[in-house]
């Protein structure tokens, strides 16, 4: 069973508002790189991709160890790190991602039928467009890093290891199961992933539950995407 973090609402809430400040300034980024008043022209998804992982994925990580100093805790203190059971939590969070893996493909394909019944348009996350398209290696080889190794990490860390045992502590259990789920689904920004992603966010968050352990979702959350990288883009680019 998961142990109670002491998390501060104060400090929490503190924590959130810099990093959507961040992820607000990485869209105005974006926006004056795309006018007229640009110093360089985007002929590449390169720039764009890393800015918007810069202002999101990359601010929580570099926001993460002061919240930490202000709650005096260290990472393994905060979130159940314990690399005595590295091999047991790999071993957990692929054999969860595996099992997962055919339920989310089953599930998405449900969903995305519903949708277009309620003539809801849909289209796949520009990151997916990329890979099933023509994309250059070198954005390819960005993209996989991201999914594979920063996003996880950074997500799980801001969902699973402090969103929800806070709400937690606060007595919403509801509403850190299910709200951080579906947050985590629509921070995603499309609609074909926002039900198969918030039932994954669930798992996750009962994975961590059950293993005190914040490593065994991120294996399970790294492998998930690792598996469906190569499913999206099977065959290297020419």
Same mark, same amino acid.
């Given at each position: ?60 990580? %570099?926001?993460?160890? /002061? +919240?930490? #100093? ?8 905060? $979130? &159940?790190? *314990? ?83 806070? %709400?937690?502590?606060? /007595? +919403?259990? #509801? ?8 947050? $985590? &689904?629509? *921070? ?51």
């Amino acid at each position: 069973m998961l142990s109670e973090k002491p998390w501060r609402l104060d400090l929490v809430l503190r924590f959130i508002m810099a990093l959507l400040l961040s992820i607000w300034g990485g869209g105005v980024v974006m926006f004056w790189l795309n006018s007229k008043h640009a110093p360089i022209s985007l002929h590449s998804e390169f720039i764009p991709l890393l800015v918007g992982t810069l202002s999101s994925h990359g601010a929580a990580l %570099l926001l993460i160890p /002061g +919240l930490l #100093r202000e709650h005096e805790m260290t990472f393994p203190m905060a $979130f &159940g790190f *314990a690399w005595s059971r590295t091999g047991r939590s790999l071993m957990l969070g692929i054999m969860i991602a595996l099992l997962a893996m055919p339920i989310m493909l089953a599930l998405g394909h449900l969903w995305a039928q519903l949708l277009n019944l309620i003539h809801i348009h849909t289209h796949p996350q520009t990151s997916v467009q990329m890979l099933q398209g023509s994309a250059p290696l070198h954005l390819r080889i960005l993209i996989g890093v991201i999914a594979v190794l920063i996003a996880p990490l950074a997500e799980e860390m801001v969902f699973r290891g402090i969103l929800y045992p806070t %709400l937690k502590r606060y /007595g +919403l259990r #509801r509403w850190a199961l299910w709200g951080t789920a579906i947050l $985590f &689904g629509a *921070a995603h920004a499309n609609w074909m992933t926002l039900l198969p992603l918030t039932v994954f966010g669930v798992v996750l968050a009962l994975l961590y539950e059950s293993t005190n352990n914040l490593l065994t979702p991120i294996v399970a959350h790294s492998f998930f995407n690792l598996v469906n990288f190569f499913l999206i883009s099977p065959v290297a680019p020419t």
